[in-house]
Each structure stands twice: as structure tokens, then as C-alpha cells.
Nanobody, 115 residues
């Protein structure tokens, strides 16, 4: 069992920045991948960024160069630094942890970018 607690969402103006945090607890040693996903109204949930237990990262093309995913050395917290935010980044952002056998999600945090 893994529990995920997110923080850092909010309202920002276009061009601004936010830093999302996701703290994992429980059987964190089983986690091999953590990531951030987002879902905008009327759209499917999509991968924003992910990081593996080995530190490898990948990003959606739409956020490359603007967003950065990172984790603590203990890999119990994952961050998403979001810079140069655009209105199209507005969505509910979800933290995900994957163990290879189970999939865990945070509660979601709203990010709203105003024009």
C-alpha cells in the first residue's frame, strides 16, 4: 500500500511558476516509477512527466523545457517545477506511483493559469 499526498496547486497568471509536491508513504520501497498526470475538462488524463527509481525522466512534448520533475534521494517525494505556465496548462494534476503490480494515485490538485 502506498499513500500519496499532494500540495502546491493554485492559481497563477500566465508566465508564472508553481511547484507541486507529492509525498509518498507506506511501502515506498516497492515504487519503481512516479509521475505527474493532468486532466483538463473534456480531455483524457495525460502524462506530464515521470521519473523512475533509477532517476530517468521523461516529459510530454508540450511541457519540455518548461517543467522539471525531480525526487528526493529517498525517493519518497516527487516534485514538479512548472515554469512559464500557459493557460492550456490548466488542469487537475495527479501524482502517480507504480510498483509494478499496483497503481496508486493522489487526490489531485487544481492548477489554474489565467490569461
Amino acid at each position: 500500500q502506498v499513500q500519496l499526498v499532494e500540495s502546491g496547486g493554485g492559481l497563477v497568471q500566465a508566465g508564472g511558476s508553481l511547484r507541486l509536491s507529492c509525498a509518498a508513504s507506506g511501502d515506498i520501497f516497492s515504487i519503481n516509477t512516479m509521475g505527474w498526470y493532468r486532466q483538463a475538462p473534456g480531455k483524457q488524463r495525460e502524462l506530464v512527466a515521470a521519473i523512475t527509481s533509477h532517476g530517468r525522466t521523461n516529459y510530454a512534448d508540450s511541457v519540455k523545457g518548461r517543467f522539471t520533475i525531480s525526487s528526493t534521494n529517498a525517493k519518497n517525494t516527487v516534485y514538479l517545477q512548472m515554469n512559464s505556465l500557459k493557460p492550456e496548462d490548466t488542469a487537475v494534476y495527479y501524482c502517480r506511483a507504480f510498483t509494478g503490480a499496483s497503481d496508486y494515485w493522489g487526490q489531485g490538485t487544481q492548477v489554474t493559469v489565467s490569461s
